[in-house]
């Protein structure tokens, strides 16, 4: 029996209870409508990156269910896409999928969420599971949300949290991409060979005085390993002010039989194992709802830029994952970021986020330098309006160097690769729930 069918089975099997039993599956039920349009504009500045001018739509229907006697629930959300307009120079488009050619883009129709769930909760703890088909939220590892549709994966999860500690786990077996219509593929790398299962585990602690301590570890079957832990210190300043610091420290290793040891074409060059190893640390100061903050990221060892399957779309728990990854061997990035409510000067629904960040060196390259500059605003109407939002999105990210031909003999255009894009995106969002 697939997946689709448990789902089918398990959802009609809670709606055939009895009539009280089933009222407050329904009734405390929330339904959620989201119409969505995206306009991105994208080229390559005159080196190596995708061009794009994409004008989409999108609508989702979502409902997720109350609580069978406090234990059993379910979520779907249904969803479609299509395009309003596709350019002529487009090299590439990505919250569709292509045709024959970008403007050939297919439309998407498909559910993004169709999940049972379960739960039994004490005074002091809860307990949680599921099985199905969500987007799944992990640091390690995230169904990616940047597209117009989000990502999600097929699988189970158990869960364990009190208020001081929260214990997770999933184990998924197929992949729904952000730009493509079905129920999930199976994960598979770079050859087309299946990976059996992605499994991740996580583990977070509060302890007094603002400490947080956490950890994650993920594993593709027989293809790449990754984990990492992380501390974070937070201190109340008073007055609305505190200052938050953060040090994570992450490892990515081949996992068997199944990793492209003899390398990927225009990816990753041939090696013999991989291990890359990577060092983060944040300080944040935040005051009456602004923030500045400064941060650096250190890779070692190898390239901090493989996938856990080669439909990833790429998470990495670091400051240094950007537009793309500054996550070169030997690589060290600066990063300068702050966000701004100007609701507190009298523009009210407005806020506005930005960064710059810089590398300077990288193994293996000549000539090599990474610069990063993005400015978000954005803007949440209220009053009649209320659930509607508008976006804007200016990036430019640049990056130069040439193989050694001694370390490399190739340039990447993996994740952290001889990328450059210039990106202006444009979002108009609409959502109501009742």
């Given at each position: 029996m697939n997946a689709f069918s448990l789902l089918r089975l398990g959802v009609a099997g809670l709606l055939c209870v009895s009539g009280a039993q089933a009222g407050s599956l329904i009734d405390d039920g929330k339904t959620t409508l989201k119409y969505s349009q995206y306009y991105w504009k994208e080229n390559d500045g005159g080196a190596v990156g995708p061009n794009r001018d994409e004008w989409v739509q999108a609508l989702q229907l979502g409902f997720s269910s109350g609580w069978f006697r406090d234990v059993l629930g379910f979520d779907y959300t249904h969803a479609l896409a299509d395009g309003l307009r596709i350019g002529d120079d487009a090299s590439s488009v990505t919250n569709l999928s292509a045709g024959r050619s970008p403007r050939d883009a297919h439309s998407i129709n498909k559910p993004l969420e169709a999940y049972l769930r379960l739960q039994w909760r004490d005074d002091a703890r809860t307990w949680s599971g599921g099985y199905g088909k969500k987007s799944r939220r992990y640091l390690i590892y995230t169904d990616d949300a940047t597209r117009i549709l989000p990502a999600a994966t097929m699988g189970w999860d158990l869960g364990y949290a009190t208020d001081a500690a929260e214990l997770r786990y999933s184990r998924v077996h197929a992949f729904s991409p952000r730009n493509d219509t079905g129920w999930g593929e199976r994960l598979e790398n770079f050859r087309g060979q299946q990976i059996d299962n992605l499994q991740i585990y996580s583990a977070s602690y509060r302890l007094p005085l603002g400490t947080r301590l956490a950890g994650e570890y993920a594993e593709a079957q027989d293809y790449l390993r990754s984990a990492f832990i992380q501390a974070e210190q937070r201190v109340d300043l008073g007055a609305s002010q505190s200052l938050v610091a953060s040090l994570t420290h992450g490892r990515q290793q081949d996992a068997g039989e199944l990793f492209e040891y003899t390398g990927v074409p225009r990816l990753y060059e041939a090696e013999n194992s991989h291990d890359a190893r990577y060092l983060d640390?944040?300080?944040?100061?935040?005051?009456?709802?602004?923030?500045?903050a400064l941060s650096w990221n250190q890779v070692r060892g190898d390239d901090f830029d493989r996938l856990f399957f080669a439909q990833d779309h790429g998470t990495w728990n670091s400051?240094?994952?950007l537009y793309f990854f500054f996550g070169l061997r030997d690589e060290d990035?600066?990063?300068?970021s702050s966000s701004l409510d100007?609701?507190?000067?009298?523009?009210?629904?407005?806020?506005?986020?930005s960064y710059y960040a810089f590398s300077n060196r990288a193994y293996g390259y000549d000539g090599f330098s990474r610069k990063e500059f993005q400015n978000v605003f954005q803007y949440s109407f209220d009053g009649p309006l209320r659930g509607l939002s508008l976006a804007w999105l200016?990036?430019?990210?640049r990056t130069t160097g040439t193989p050694d031909g001694i370390h490399r003999q190739v340039a990447s255009r993996g994740p952290a690769g001889i990328i450059?894009?210039?990106s202006e995106r444009f979002y108009l969002t609409w959502q109501r729930a009742w």
């Open positions: 640390m944040t300080l944040r100061y935040n005051i009456d709802g602004h923030s500045v400051s240094g994952k990035m600066y990063k300068a100007l609701g507190k000067f009298g523009l009210p629904g407005l806020k506005m986020s200016h990036d430019r990210f450059t894009e210039h």
